[in-house]
Every structure is written in structure tokens, then in C-alpha cells.
């Protein structure tokens, strides 16, 4: 399903000293929505304004033609969030919370399966208290992807994860959704998994669109001896240089052996720019 935000003149205040939300304004189209932005960048914020949890100070959200702060009931039906800092019932197993996401959705054994494949199977018989930070998070990306009739929007989800957590959640949510929301301060997470962004700095919107129309761009790892012309030097760990790099020098380099490796970078360095 395709999810469309639009958010003209947004702003929001937690206090009257600081504005989370400065005057933002953007309108982003797609199956798969990122938002990036810097720690304090107002990502949270936006999110909670989205799923009608917050109330805009001023400024018209719609998402997926609804108006979140008027119609919060209507936005749960279609989309799951999941915060960082959210509160599951405490006292209650693991295993029961997939009794009842079960019941809740009417899919018991497709919950099941979720619980195996993201691997919170292994401590079913744990109380949310006795958890761990990664596997607590577990247990709301789960929340969130329970029902497959629902958007995830999923606020860093995988903050707290190790790498074959990482690898297991994002497979279940690949395998099982064509849309959802996604923020991240990692930009390779966003460029790696979703289509059309935002990019929030202080409180402000930096940048939108679709990641089609980002100019591909790469960053290399070159040995510091290797005698190369060298574009931008992006971080000199001595012995190793990472430099930002276009497709096409990438191709004559690896041609000529002289690099390490390399890697995407085109959200990465538009990033960069913003915050530079
Ligand atoms: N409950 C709150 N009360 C007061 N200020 C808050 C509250 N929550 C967030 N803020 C402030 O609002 C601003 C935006 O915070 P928000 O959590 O939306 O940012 P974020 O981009 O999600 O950050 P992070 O990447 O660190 O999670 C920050 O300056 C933060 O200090």
C-alpha cells in the first residue's frame, strides 16, 4: 500500500523554551517512508504527531488522507507503531503477549512464526521486566509486525540490536510488509531500505524526496600508501583512507585494484552535506 504524508508549516513545543517541530513542511509518497535526521532532530516528534499521539501546536498533517490528532482511532487501524522508549505491560510473560497478539489478530500461528523468525522464541518464559535492552526491543518490533494487516512505523528499531537480530528483523519485515515507516539516525539503513525520504535537522526539514532521485555516490576505502588522486577525504584512520567517491571513479579504481572496499553512500553524504 502506498503511504502518503503531507505536513505543511508543522510546529510543535514540549516546552516554551525549545521548539521540537520548527515551521516543517513536506510531502513524501511511497511503500516505504524513511526519516533520518540527527539525535534531537525532532524524528520522535514528527513520528508521535503521525500516529495522533501528540497534537500539533500549529500546522495540517494528513497521512494517508487521515488527520491523525482528529481521527487517532482510525490511524491505529492502519498503521502499528513502535517507539524506542515505549511501555509494555510489565508483569507480563513474553509468551502471553504472543497469546494475546495471537488472539488479537486472529493469526495465532503466523504470530508464532513471527516470535521464531525474530527470536524472541528463545525467552517466552521471561517477564517484560527481566529483559534485556535488545530483546525488549524484540519484543516491540514483534508488536509492531504482528499484524500483517497494519503499516509498521518503527522508530529505531534496531538501536539496541546485534547483528543477527538486525539480520533476523529486517528479513520479517522484507518477507512480510511492502510498506512501512522507518526512522533512523543510520543512513545506510534508510538507503538500504526504503524509497522515499525526509531528512529532519534541529527541528527542521532539510530535505525530501525520493531516493531514485539522489545522485548515486559511494565511499571507498583506499590504503593511505596507495598512490591514488584522491576526491574528498571523508575520515583518515591512518593507515586507511574512506573518500567519497562517484560511480564512475569507482569503476576506474576497482579497476586498477587500488581500493579496499566501498559501500553505498548517497544518503550517507547527502547527510553529511545537510549537517555541514
Ligand atoms: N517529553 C519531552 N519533553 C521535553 N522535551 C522533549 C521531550 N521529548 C523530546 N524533547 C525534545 O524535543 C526535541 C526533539 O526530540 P525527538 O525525541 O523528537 O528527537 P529525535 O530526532 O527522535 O532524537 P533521537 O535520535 O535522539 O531519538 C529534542 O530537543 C528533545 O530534547
Known amino acids: 500500500m502506498t503511504i502518503e504524508i503531507n505536513v505543511e508549516g508543522l510546529s510543535f513545543s514540549y516546552d516554551s523554551r525549545n521548539r521540537a517541530l520548527d515551521n516543517v513542511s513536506f510531502h513524501v509518497e511511497g511503500e516505504r517512508i524513511g526519516i533520518v535526521g540527527q539525535n534531537g532532530s525532532g524524528k520522535t516528534t514528527l513520528l508521535s504527531i503521525l500516529m495522533g499521539f501528540l497534537k500539533p501546536d500549529e500546522g495540517n498533517v494528513t497521512i494517508n488522507g487521515i488527520i491523525p490528532s482528529r481521527e487517532r482511532g482510525r490511524i491505529l487501524k492502519v498503521f502499528a507503531p513502535?517507539?524506542?522508549?515505549g511501555r509494555l505491560p510489565y508483569r507480563m510473560k513474553v509468551k502471553e503477549l504472543v497469546?494475546?497478539?495471537g488472539k488479537v489478530t486472529g493469526d495465532p500461528?503466523?504470530?508464532r512464526e513471527l516470535a521464531e523468525d525474530i527470536g524472541i522464541s528463545t525467552f517466552m518464559d521471561k517477564r517484560v521486566y527481566g529483559l534485556s535492552s535488545g530483546q525488549e526491543q524484540l519484543v516491540w518490533i514483534f508488536n509492531a509486525l504482528a499484524d500483517q494487516n497494519r503499516i509498521p512505523a518503527l522508530?529505531?528499531?534496531?538501536?539496541h540490536l546485534d547483528i543477527h537480530a538486525y539480520r533476523r528483523v529486517v528479513k520479517a519485515l522484507k518477507e512480510r510488509f511492502d510498506s512501512y515507516i522507518l526512522i533512523s539516525?543510520?543512513?545506510e539503513d534508510v538507503e538500504l531500505l526504503t524509497e522515499s525520504l525526509v531528512v529532519l535537522e534541529m527541528g527542521k526539514v532539510r530535505w525530501y524526496g525520493q531516493l531514485s532521485g539522489l545522485e548515486p555516490a559511494y565511499e571507498v576505502f583506499v590504503p593511505s600508501g596507495a598512490n591514488v588522486d584522491l576526491p574528498g577525504v571523508l575520515v583518515d584512520f591512518g593507515n586507511?583512507?574512506?573518500?567519497?567517491?562517484?560511480?564512475?571513479l569507482?569503476?576506474?579504481?576497482?579497476?586498477?585494484?587500488?581500493i579496499l572496499g566501498y559501500k553505498r553512500a548517497g544518503v550517507r553524504l547527502l547527510y553529511a552535506q545537510v549537517l555541514d
Open 99 to 101: 497469546e494475546l497478539l
Open 240 to 248: 586507511v583512507l574512506v573518500c567519497k567517491c562517484s560511480p564512475e
Open 250 to 258: 569507482l569503476d576506474s579504481m576497482m579497476k586498477d585494484g587500488k
Open 185 to 187: 539516525h543510520v543512513p
Open 109 to 111: 500461528s503466523g504470530v
Open 82 to 85: 513502535s517507539f524506542e522508549k
Open 155 to 159: 522508530d529505531e528499531p534496531f538501536v
